[in-house]
């Protein structure tokens, strides 16, 4: 079965730049995945971020962007700001219906 | 605005039944594709079952042939049925719009606050 990997976690200075990737245990993530991301705080449900790998969803500062680098999907902060400390989610779209999320990347701002 | 709101949750022994409700208000549900989503205590999301506008429902293999994913569109609410439940199916479960656009997959963009199942003996 297919596992797709995160950072557990991840840290940056506030005004910083970080990026969280999202591959595949076997393969490379493509465009063909949909790769997408989400933004998680404590008891909240999660919030859209990107889609179509760098596409931003509604109301998403420009800070966030998405990309590929390598053989993985990619979620760039720029100029991180305390409020960014989270959770970070990635979902693959893995083909016949079937969707698998990241583990998640918990990120800390400090 | 659209607003999801899931119900239905609770305390239920092993091996035993629940039924989830998402009733959904600012969307037409069997005009879109509506998922389940679930969320162990501290742990990460994980993706549990879809079911598309055209009928088609697709499960996770962690629920396969025990959750039953379907809609009611005179009411206008997402169910999800589980059943044989198990220790491990204790979570917080979301009801989730996944948006198809311009023939591709987009974001999970709407999302309820969720409801608990807790499966305890």
């Known amino acids: 079965q297919t596992v797709v990997t995160q950072e557990p976690s991840f840290s940056v200075s506030p005004g910083g730049t970080v990026t969280l990737t999202c591959g595949l245990s076997s393969g490379s993530v493509s465009t063909s995945y949909y790769p997408s991301w989400y933004q998680q705080t404590p008891g909240q449900a999660p919030r859209a971020l990107i889609y179509f790998t760098n596409t931003r969803s509604s109301g998403v500062p420009d800070r966030f962007s998405g990309s590929i680098l390598g053989n993985k999907a990619a979620l760039t902060i720029t100029g991180a700001q305390a409020d960014d400390e989270s959770d970070y989610y990635c979902v693959l779209y893995m083909g016949s219906g079937i969707w698998v999320f990241g583990g998640g990347t918990k990120l800390t701002v400090l | 605005e659209v607003q999801l709101v899931e119900s239905g949750g609770g305390l239920v022994q092993p091996g035993g039944s629940l039924r989830l409700s998402c009733t959904v208000s600012?969307?037409?549900?069997?005009?879109?594709?509506m998922n389940w989503v679930r969320q162990a205590p501290g742990k990460g999301l994980e993706w549990v079952s879809i079911?598309?506008?055209?009928?088609?429902?697709y499960y996770a293999d962690s629920v396969k042939g025990r959750f039953t994913i379907s809609r009611d569109n005179s009411k206008n609410t997402l169910y999800l049925q589980m059943n044989s439940l198990r220790a491990e199916d204790t979570a917080v479960y979301y009801c989730?719009?996944?948006?198809?656009?311009?023939?591709?997959?987009?974001?999970?963009?709407?999302w309820g606050q969720g409801t608990l199942v807790t499966v305890s003996s």
């Open positions: 600012g969307l037409i549900i069997s005009y879109h594709d």
């Open positions: 079911l598309y506008s055209g009928g088609n429902t």
């Open positions: 989730a719009r996944v948006r198809w656009i311009s023939d591709a997959w987009g974001d999970f963009d709407s």
